[in-house]
């Protein structure tokens, strides 16, 4: 089954946006090790 609703964007993107909602940042979030693969999404 899957989830409903798009996946949230992650917490670099949203420093880089502006943090438009003005919500606290996720501090915590893991960041992915250097050299591993971006995930290749459909255009589907």
């Given at each position: 089954m899957t989830m409903a609703g798009r996946?949230?964007?992650?917490?670099?993107?949203?420093?880089l946006e502006g943090n438009l909602g003005?919500?606290?940042?996720?501090?915590?979030?893991?960041?992915?090790?250097?050299?591993?693969?971006r995930e290749k999404r459909s255009t589907h």
């Open positions: 996946k949230p964007k992650p917490t670099a993107v949203k420093k003005k919500r606290k940042l996720n501090v915590k979030e893991p960041v992915p090790a250097k050299g591993m693969q």
